[in-house]
């Protein structure tokens, strides 16, 4: 018996220099003896992953129910061929061991035509299942197709008025607007259970996603667009939203809340939030879109009617064109010939300044009309004189301060 003991032990040597240290050689055989040791090893992880919500593979709306089955048809699907693959795999490794001398052994075989056709015919098979109920799922769950349906079973009928809920992603909060009820949230989004929800989504500034898990698949959120989502709620309770794109400094702290009410809850809330705020105007909506992060919940008592459309156009400050102003300018091609009849001189062509060495002196547009501005005078700009309002010899055409929109808008759009 030497120093250590009656174990058995051995020298192992660590790394390149000469440290030397002992361990017992039936260390493992130690570890073996205590199979339980391993599982609890295990539960902690377990423990960790008990904590996560599956609310993916078990919603509350029901959009997102038939996007779960169409997942679970699609992994089923596939498992007709992962399954027997592996399956055959421990089979032919046991079947064709070294020690099995039962085994047919044939070295010279290369092709079996029965072989092919099972190997190509099932997966053949399985894509254009999984072609059909992508190409069928594609069209019926549609964001931008109203809902025919409440669930399963309910139908939506006439009496199922979709709620219009407007959506803005801003730096880095979410901006709801419902313009039926006139009221707004910013990070708090509720909606009554069982009736068809209209989603008309935008953002301020870059792109983000809106997705509520428990709702329907995340829709993009996109400056100077909008898109759409049709959903509905099925069951009570609070939901979690969030932005699915990155977008920033403050991305991680987009996430609102979704209430999913009663109706009588739902009127309860609406009253609660007109009771309570401020009013949501154009001059707020400026304040609120500077980025921020971790905006706590509230609501506006009122919002100012055509704001959501100004957002989208992006001229929620007067002091730029809208979008929409634009493409019907844009559609005709331009002002063309007959819109340079809407143009003054430029204040320095009109003093002698500057020259046009061919054609017309230099011009700018003079006004352009709104709803709110018919005559086109908020945008008159100021440096005009009454006197540089007048028709000039070599100007020909009607008063500048006649609208561009008149002349060259399409049917539909802003007139004076």
């Given at each position: 018996m030497?120093?250590y003991g009656?174990?058995?032990?051995e020298?192992?040597?660590?790394g390149k220099?000469n440290c030397?240290g002992r361990?017992p050689?039936d260390?493992g055989?130690h570890?073996?003896s205590f199979?339980?040791?391993?599982?609890l090893?295990?539960?902690?992880?377990?423990?960790?992953?008990g904590?996560c919500?599956?609310?993916?593979?078990?919603?509350?709306g029901?959009?997102a129910i038939?996007?779960?089955?169409?997942?679970?048809?699609?992994?089923?699907?596939?498992l007709?061929?992962?399954?027997?693959v592996?399956?055959?795999?421990?089979?032919?490794?046991?079947?064709?061991r070294?020690?099995?001398?039962?085994?047919?052994?044939e070295?010279?075989?290369?092709?079996s035509?029965h072989?092919?056709?099972?190997i190509w015919?099932a997966p053949l098979?399985?894509?254009i299942?999984?072609?059909?109920?992508?190409?069928?799922?594609?069209?019926?769950l549609d964001?931008y197709?109203?809902?025919?349906r409440?669930?399963?079973g309910?139908?939506?009928?006439?009496?199922h008025?979709?709620?219009v809920?407007?959506v803005?992603a801003?730096?880095?909060k979410?901006?709801?607007?419902y313009?039926?009820l006139g009221?707004?949230a910013v990070?708090?989004?509720?909606?009554p259970v069982d009736?068809?929800?209209?989603f008309?989504?935008?953002?301020?500034?870059?792109?983000?996603s809106?997705?509520?898990p428990?709702l329907?698949?995340?829709?993009y959120a996109?400056?100077?667009m909008r898109t759409?989502?049709h959903?509905?709620i099925n069951?009570?309770?609070?939901?979690?939203?969030?932005s699915a794109n990155?977008s920033g400094?403050?991305?991680?702290g987009m996430?609102?809340?979704f209430?999913?009410?009663s109706n009588?809850?739902?009127?309860a809330?609406?009253?609660?939030?007109?009771?309570?705020?401020a009013?949501l105007?154009?001059a707020a909506?400026?304040e609120?879109?500077?980025?921020?992060q971790?905006e706590p919940?509230?609501?506006?008592?009122?919002v100012e009617?055509g704001?959501?459309e100004?957002?989208?156009?992006m001229?929620?400050d007067?002091?730029k064109?809208c979008?929409?102003?634009m493409?019907?300018?844009?559609?005709?091609?331009?002002?063309?010939l007959?819109g340079?009849?809407?143009?003054l001189p430029?204040a320095a062509?009109a003093k002698?300044?500057?020259k046009?060495?061919?054609g017309?002196r230099?011009?700018?547009?003079?006004?352009?009309?709104s709803?709110?501005?018919?005559?086109?005078l908020a945008?008159?700009?100021?440096?005009?004189a009454?006197s540089?309002?007048m028709?000039?010899?070599?100007?020909a055409?009607?008063?500048?301060?006649?609208?561009?929109?008149?002349?060259?808008a399409?049917?539909?759009a802003?007139?004076s």
């Amino acid at each position: 018996m030497n120093d250590y003991g009656s174990e058995k032990r051995e020298q192992v040597t660590v790394g390149k220099g000469n440290c030397i240290g002992r361990m017992p050689a039936d260390r493992g055989a130690h570890l073996s003896s205590f199979p339980g040791l391993r599982i609890l090893c295990v539960l902690p992880f377990a423990g960790l992953l008990g904590a996560c919500k599956a609310v993916v593979l078990a919603p509350a709306g029901d959009i997102a129910i038939q996007q779960r089955d169409i997942l679970f048809q699609s992994v089923l699907l596939m498992l007709i061929v992962i399954v027997p693959v592996m399956a055959l795999t421990v089979l032919f490794a046991w079947r064709y061991r070294s020690s099995n001398k039962e085994a047919t052994y044939e070295p010279d075989w290369g092709h079996s035509v029965h072989l092919e056709l099972i190997i190509w015919s099932a997966p053949l098979l399985i894509i254009i299942c999984l072609g059909a109920i992508t190409w069928a799922s594609t069209h019926l769950l549609d964001p931008y197709r109203p809902l025919d349906r409440l669930d399963a079973g309910t139908p939506v009928a006439d009496e199922h008025e979709p709620l219009v809920v407007n959506v803005v992603a801003l730096d880095w909060k979410w901006l709801f607007i419902y313009p039926e009820l006139g009221i707004g949230a910013v990070n708090e989004l509720a909606a009554p259970v069982d009736r068809p929800i209209d989603f008309r989504i935008s953002a301020s500034s870059v792109m983000n996603s809106f997705y509520i898990p428990a709702l329907a698949g995340q829709i993009y959120a996109m400056p100077g667009m909008r898109t759409q989502l049709h959903a509905v709620i099925n069951e009570p309770g609070e939901y979690k939203g969030f932005s699915a794109n990155y977008s920033g400094a403050g991305f991680s702290g987009m996430h609102f809340d979704f209430h999913g009410l009663s109706n009588a809850d739902f009127e309860a809330w609406v009253a609660a939030a007109k009771s309570k705020g401020a009013t949501l105007d154009g001059a707020a909506y400026l304040e609120l879109e500077r980025p921020s992060q971790n905006e706590p919940a509230r609501t506006f008592a009122s919002v100012e009617p055509g704001l959501f459309e100004a957002i989208v156009n992006m001229c929620v400050d007067p002091a730029k064109m809208c979008m929409n102003d634009m493409m019907a300018i844009d559609a005709r091609g331009g002002m063309g010939l007959a819109g340079a009849r809407n143009t003054l001189p430029v204040a320095a062509d009109a003093k002698g300044g500057r020259k046009a060495v061919f054609g017309p002196r230099p011009t700018y547009v003079a006004s352009i009309c709104s709803t709110a501005d018919p005559a086109g005078l908020a945008t008159l700009p100021e440096r005009s004189a009454p006197s540089a309002l007048m028709l000039r010899d070599d100007i020909a055409g009607p008063s500048p301060s006649l609208s561009l929109l008149d002349r060259f808008a399409p049917t539909g759009a802003s007139q004076s």
